[in-house]
């Protein structure tokens, strides 16, 4: 292990004074090396466009001149030892080339679900028709009316009985708290109990560290470790059991076993129903028990009865549900902290179309009574999507062709290259979303305005 993190500290420390060395010198060779960088990403031996990416780290609009200088695509080149390479497209033509009309050529790729290993078969990692299987039966779940009166039972309850009374008690003790730790709990709760029937009661005054939510942290930092170091150092890591790969490890027996538990106490709970001869009218049902129950005659590659199966669709769901939900609400807020009238009209068209606490319109809602009256809340749900143009919660999407093939754009792909889609860009790009003057100015819900 010292002998690995020596070499990658080595490596890191020559790069920072080579850069060093080039910031520091104010010579006719910096200054030109400095214009290029500012002018075009430089593809330099060895190290590839990295270096002039990292200039631009957290530069925007940098990048968006980039795209727009190059017709919306550009072929970007990682450093050799690495496999970030592949072509960069927001062109709206190519998007809907890879994602719509040519979607069978284009696919995440064997290489994809080795980085995501640990999320098994889910439909994250899944392609062709076991992908089409996934996504057919999670339509017909999420959309089951025992899921949506559930789902929102358990929001409602969660919102009311928890999230209100904790801010409640911070803000009476004047505690400065993490707003997005708070709703990647809350997300991370909710999701669990509408996946399995279990509340794991990570949000509260304690703020307790749950087993099954750290698992599901230190995957991530280690999946995120895979794409940054080169492969056969991740690789070495894995065999030898040594630092993120060690974890990563440990975090997928955490949800083997943890799965494991809930599958079997749901089978049990089935066999029980079963036996007792209470045919349930199906008000409420979780996600493992619809997925238990699944008609095998209409989703041929799915297996109920294989915990495997069950393991993989609880895993997915709830890292689905808990960050991109949760990132979505902490930015969103972030957002209204900055913009105080779009606060306030939010505030005015709630207060216009939802009925007042404690008069006889308020009462049991189904899920069918808060979508009417949800769908009334236009403004607020223009917000949110202003909040998901500036901040996806998915940052980028990354395909795969299957077989060569020649963008609308004209430019020609590489069976099994990589074509990136950096969403958090496309949501900034003037020539796409009709957006004025930089990021910065954007960095809000002007688009609202109009």
Not at 120 to 135: C, H, P
Request: hydrophobic share 40%; charged share 25%; glycine share 6%.
């Amino acid at each position: 292990m010292a002998s690995i993190s020596l070499f990658e500290a080595s490596i890191s420390f020559f790069c920072f004074l080579v850069f060093c060395y080039f910031l520091n010198k104010k010579h006719s060779c910096y200054m030109r090396i400095k214009k290029s960088f500012q002018s075009y990403p430089w593809n330099w031996p060895v190290l590839g466009m990295l270096p002039a990416v990292l200039m631009r780290l957290g530069q925007i609009d940098d990048i968006i001149w980039v795209l727009e200088k190059n017709n919306l695509t550009f072929i970007f080149r990682g450093p050799w030892f690495t496999r970030l390479h592949g072509l960069i497209t927001v062109d709206p033509a190519n998007i809907h080339h890879v994602l719509s009309s040519n979607f069978s050529n284009y696919i995440k790729g064997p290489k994809f679900k080795e980085y995501f290993d640990v999320f098994g078969d889910g439909i994250f990692n899944a392609d062709t028709e076991l992908w089409k299987n996934l996504r057919m039966s999670s339509q017909t779940v999420l959309n089951h009316q025992g899921f949506q009166n559930l789902s929102m039972s358990v929001t409602t309850s969660k919102l009311k009985d928890v999230l209100l009374p904790l801010f409640s008690r911070f803000s009476e003790d004047g505690t400065v708290v993490d707003l997005q730790d708070v709703f990647r709990r809350l997300m991370f709760d909710i999701s669990l109990v509408t996946i399995t029937g279990s509340d794991p009661q990570s949000l509260s005054i304690e703020m307790p560290e749950v087993e099954f939510a750290k698992a599901f942290d230190n995957a991530g930092e280690a999946i995120l470790f895979r794409h940054i170091i080169p492969r056969f150092l991740w690789e070495l890591q894995k065999r030898m059991g040594l630092g993120k790969e060690k974890k990563l490890t440990e975090a997928g027996s955490t949800f083997d076993r943890i799965c494991t538990r809930y599958i079997f106490a749901k089978r049990e709970e089935k066999r029980s129903t079963e036996n007792d001869h209470d045919h349930s009218n199906g008000e409420s049902e979780d996600l493992l028990t619809s997925h238990i129950k699944l008609d095998t005659s209409k989703y041929q590659l799915l297996n109920p009865s294989d915990d495997k199966f069950l393991r993989d669709t609880i895993v997915t769901f709830i890292f689905a549900g808990r960050d991109s939900t949760s990132s979505a609400l902490t930015w969103f807020f972030g957002l209204l902290s900055r913009n105080p009238h779009v606060e306030a009209k939010i505030r005015q068209e709630i207060k216009k179309n939802l009925p007042i606490a404690g008069t006889s319109q308020e009462g049991p809602w189904s899920a069918i009574d808060h979508k009417e009256f949800l769908n009334k809340l236009v403004y607020l749900h223009g917000a949110l999507y202003e909040t998901m143009r500036l901040y996806p919660p998915v940052p980028f999407e990354r395909k795969s062709p299957i077989k060569s093939d020649v963008l609308p754009s004209g430019h020609k792909i590489d069976a099994n290259s990589h074509v990136i889609i950096p969403i958090y860009a496309l949501g900034r790009m003037r020539s796409v979303c009709r957006t004025h003057g930089s990021s910065s100015q954007r960095d809000g819900f002007q688009r609202l305005e109009g």
